[in-house]
């Protein structure tokens, strides 16, 4: 891939919170997917989220 993967955070109380990672191995559209869906639970859980809704365009 050698490309990228992006979140958003939207906490109820603040902006939102756009987040972008850089992806050093290569991978399809599906694995960058993946990735930043796991990137951005690891995010939520590293700031204390206790509730989430998680929304996607994948096809699998």
Known sequence: CGG?????LIPLDTEP?????QL???CTN????YEAL???LQVALHL????????GDSQL
């Open 48 to 55: 204390g989220v206790k509730s989430i809704n998680i929304f």
């Open 24 to 26: 050093d191995f290569p």
């Open 4 to 8: 990228g993967a992006g979140v958003v």
């Open 30 to 33: 599906n694995t960058a997917e």
């Open 17 to 21: 919170m756009p987040l972008s990672f």
């Open 38 to 40: 796991v990137l951005g």
